[in-house]
C-alpha cells in the first residue's frame, strides 16, 4: 500500500485531478498585473494558511501543493492556500518579484533593513546574488496583499513552503512544527542560521502568529509530491493538531 491508499478519508478520483474545483478568490495584483489567489474552505473560519511560492525560484513548492489541493473533494479543504505568493518571479525564474524585490525580505517588521540581501542559487554556491528588500517595508503590492489577507482571515497558525534546506523551521518551537517535522521526517530548527530582516517569519512572530517553514528537501519533483502530498493532505483537512 502506498501513502495514498493509507489515507483514511475519501479523495478525488485520479482522473479527475487535472483542474482545482475549490473556491477562490483574488486577493490583489501583482506588480505586473498577474492575480494573486487565494483557495479558500467552505468553512467561516480558517484556522491555517498555506503559502508556496513566495520565492519564484522554487517553483516546485507549489507544484506540490497544488496536487495535494487537487486531490480534495470540494467540501473538505479545510485551510487556506496560496499556490503562489509571488507570480511574477515564477513566470520568470527569479526569487524576486518583477522589480528585482526578495518579497521574504519585504514584510513590516522591527528588524527590516535597507541593506541588500543575498542568497545562493546551488547547494554548494556562495550566498552572494543580491536581492532588494524593498524600498521601504511592504512597498511590494504583493507583499502589501498578503499582510491584509492574513489581517482579514486570521488564522492560527501559517505554513510556507519553501527549498531545498530540508527542514522544518519553527521560531516559535510550537506543537504544529514539531508534528510537521515528525511527518515530513525532517530535522526541527528555532532558528535558520542566519540573519533574516524584514521576514515573514518575523513580520507573524511579532503578531503573535504562529508560522512554520516547511523547506523541501533537495530531490526529484516525484519524490517530492510520493512524499509530501498526504502530508499536506491531512494539513489541509483539518487533521494536524494546532495545540497539544
Known sequence: MNREQSQSHRLVERRDRGTIRHRHSVYGTSLEGSPLTVFLPDTETTEIAILAAIHGDEPETT?????ALRCLPKGD?????ILCGNPDGMLRGTRGNGRGVDLNR???TSNWSPDPVHYKSR???ARDIALSPGAK?????????LVSLLDQLKPRAVVSLHSALACIDDAGSSHLGRQLADRCELPFLTEIGYPTPGSMGTWAGERGLNLVTLELEDASLYALKDHHVPILIDLMTGRFELEA
Open 77 to 81: 479543504l479545510q485551510a487556506a492556500v
Open 106 to 108: 519585504n514584510f513590516p
Open 137 to 145: 517595508p511592504a512597498s511590494e503590492p504583493e507583499t502589501l496583499a
Open 123 to 125: 547547494a554548494n554556491d
Open 63 to 67: 507544484v506540490v501543493v497544488s496536487e
